[in-house]
């Protein structure tokens, strides 16, 4: 399942790339998508919807504009990243880092946010629905 949902992902990347829709950084992408680990990462406008990134470490990685809807980012270490304008729409967030995070404008309609550590965290009107 993870080789279909990674292939799926590369041959977005690789597209959206194509047509100057991503700003992200390929080789970060990929180590992201190796290793689970890319800490200080250039991840702006990346799509992964529906992605398995439990546990991963993000700490101070730049995910504005980011697609994470549906993502299952349990217990992932996202402590002072910035995900201002990012689509978290009904992810996982449960026990994850949030710690400093910027979240301004960043959609969490209907996110789980079980245990999540979200000490001076940054978002517009301070709730989370």
């Known amino acids: 399942m993870k080789s279909v949902t990674l292939g ?10 194509a047509a100057g829709a991503i700003a992200a950084n390929p080789q970060q992408v ?7 680990q890319c800490r200080g990462c250039d991840l702006r406008s990346i799509p992964l ?7 991963a470490d993000l700490q101070r990685a730049d995910l504005r504009g980011a697609n994470l809807r549906e993502a299952n ?5 996202l402590s002072g990243a910035a995900l201002s304008g990012a689509s978290l729409r009904q992810a996982n967030l449960a026990g ?3 710690t400093n995070a910027n979240l301004i ?3 969490l309609t209907g996110a789980k946010l079980d245990n999540a550590k ?11 629905k």
């Open 118 to 128: 979200l000490a001076g965290a940054t978002w517009v009107d301070g709730t989370i």
């Open 8 to 17: 799926a992902v590369s041959f977005g990347l690789i597209f959206g790339l």
């Open 96 to 98: 994850a880092d949030l």
């Open 49 to 55: 919807p529906q992605a398995s990134l439990a546990n």
């Open 105 to 107: 404008g960043a959609d």
């Open 30 to 36: 990929n180590q992201l998508l190796q290793t689970n």
């Open 73 to 77: 980012l349990s217990g992932a270490n």
